[in-house]
């Protein structure tokens, strides 16, 4: 069974009025568990709609969506809310961390959420911070940290709580090229461990470091093919 399987996917705004726009037109793919996809496309294409949809955020006009076999437009905002809980990792451009919080505060936040343990979630955060190579910078405010850093944060702050479902959003959109490659290794490395990664990005040589690159124009898709991982340190 395919982790996440749509079919005829629509997404319509403002139904039937002049200003009607259809951000997704007939969408059908599936994704394996512990694939690593990129969803490419030009502004308007349709793929941050489609990451809405995938990551529980919005639901379809018309279609099904079915994530690891559930129904997924048929749930409740209570129900959609808990899969974003448990089952996905989100990852934005901006880092959205909270600017008087250190490092490991930001990380143990979704573990509050959860009603953990101080104990447990601060080892659970120091854990997560590690792995993403921040382990001196458990104290750091994000103004002492580097952009790059501050994506680690919010990459290890995603992790945390072991979601199946990683989604990044044009993470190294605010980014140099160094920083770029290291965030883009770092979630290369976290595939191979298993996670699934749906990578959202309108950078052609940025969707080379996926497996598989689904390409949108007009809210359809014209491409679903494998890619050539990109060359070590090419961005």
């Not at 974003?84 to 451009?93: K, M, P």
């Not at 509050?112 to 104990?119: F, I, Q």
């Not at 598989?212 to 060359?231: C, F, H, M, N, Y």
Request: hydrophobic letters at 35%.
């Amino acid at each position: 069974m395919p982790l996440i399987e749509i079919h005829n996917l629509y997404k319509v705004y403002n139904p039937g009025e002049e200003n009607e726009v259809r951000a997704l037109a007939g969408v059908s793919t599936q994704i394996e568990r512990g694939e690593f996809v990129a969803v490419l496309g030009t502004s308007g294409s349709g793929k941050s709609t489609m990451m809405n949809i995938l990551g529980c955020l919005d639901t379809p006009s018309h279609g099904t969506y079915r994530l690891g076999g559930t129904p997924v437009e048929q749930l409740s905002d209570n129900q959609l809310s808990k899969i974003r809980s448990l089952a996905i990792g989100f990852i934005f451009q901006g880092y959205n961390l909270i600017k008087d919080l250190t490092a490991l505060e930001n990380v143990e936040l979704p573990l509050v959420y959860r009603n953990m343990g101080r104990a447990k979630r601060r080892r659970i955060a120091t854990e997560a911070l590690q792995r993403v190579g921040l382990g001196d910078r458990l104290q750091h405010l994000p103004s002492e940290m580097s952009g790059g850093q501050q994506q680690r944060v919010a990459i290890a702050r995603a992790i945390s709580t072991a979601p199946p479902i990683l989604m990044a959003d044009e993470p190294t959109g605010n980014l140099d090229s160094r920083s770029s490659r290291e965030i883009m290794e770092l979630l290369r490395a976290l595939n191979r461990q298993g996670t699934t990664i749906i990578l959202i990005t309108h950078d052609r040589e940025l969707a080379g470091y996926a497996a598989r690159t689904i390409e949108l124009r007009d809210g359809r898709i014209i491409s679903d093919q494998p890619t050539v991982l990109a060359k070590e340190g090419a961005v």
